[in-house]
């Protein structure tokens, strides 16, 4: 369950759910053992792989039997992730890809990338990067990267949101369907195309790394790498009138997001 989920609540049918909260006072990422730390089944096909992971019904608090299937596609010029799911019960969910990206090849600041992301509106976030209701507008704002923009030129500016995320940590609200976000590195010449059928992305600058081992056993600090977290609103069903998390028994969860890569 990518992001935050706020007080580690939610109701569904007139119920109350309860979950683990591991966040400050918040649910983060499906909670104490969101599925990032659960072991998958899978089964090798010609180019792509199929993990499975059944979540029972009571799981950190979340409602449903559910079969969720991640299947990895080889791509020529990268990956592909399709996203599948099903439930006994009406659940909630919300997946999402957290890699870590640096087109430099090793753990090294990001300040000399250039993003692109093709959003008009960005999702504003209170003390504990909770999404707290608030879109505002990216024009004249340090979260505009409609045209390609060094991110050392943006991130360092003066901005209340820029201050409390110690970083970018905030959901950008796709204003087309393909093709949304562009990351590249002029040292390399790679560049990075994120493509997805959901609606909007978080960018995370890894602002809280302090010297987590990565890449070549190299040490990992704040800004070494920049994370493109495709996904639906986060606290949509305490936020969202027409919550978008929300999986019905009987209906599938069906999104996709692509990784490909060329040389500039």
Not at 148 to 168: A, E, F, R, V, W
Not at 190 to 206: N, R
Not at 217 to 224: A, E, I
Request: charged fraction near 25%; aromatic fraction near 12%.
């Amino acid at each position: 369950m990518a992001n935050r989920i706020g007080n580690g609540k939610f109701t569904l049918n007139n119920e109350i759910f309860s979950l683990e909260k591991n966040n400050g006072s918040n649910t983060l990422h499906g909670g104490i053992e969101g599925f990032s730390y659960k072991t998958f089944t899978y089964e090798i096909r010609e180019n792509e792989i199929v993990f499975h992971y059944f979540s029972q019904d009571g799981e950190e608090g979340f409602p449903g039997n559910l079969n969720f299937y991640a299947t990895y596609i080889l791509l020529n010029n990268g990956l592909k992730i399709k996203y599948h799911a099903t439930t006994d019960k009406d659940t909630i969910i919300n997946i999402t890809n957290h890699s870590y990206f640096n087109l430099s090849g090793e753990p090294c600041n990001i300040d000399e990338h250039e993003l692109m992301i093709k959003a008009d509106k960005m999702a504003c976030i209170d003390d504990e990067g909770l999404y707290n209701g608030e879109m505002r507008s990216v024009c004249g704002t340090p979260f505009d990267f409609n045209a390609p923009t060094l991110i050392k030129n943006s991130i360092y500016q003066d901005n209340d949101q820029l201050k409390i995320g110690k970083g970018y940590d905030h959901s950008f609200i796709f204003s087309t369907n393909k093709d949304q976000v562009k990351l590249y590195y002029k040292e390399t010449g790679i560049e990075l195309t994120v493509s997805t059928s959901l609606p909007q992305t978080q960018v995370y600058t890894v602002n809280y790394l302090s010297g987590q081992l990565g890449k070549y056993g190299k040490c990992m600090h704040q800004r070494d790498a920049i994370c493109i977290e495709t996904q639906n609103m986060p606290d949509s069903i305490n936020k969202e009138e027409n919550p978008t998390v929300i999986l019905r028994k009987g209906e599938m969860y069906d999104e996709v997001t692509s990784y490909t890569f060329k040389i500039k």
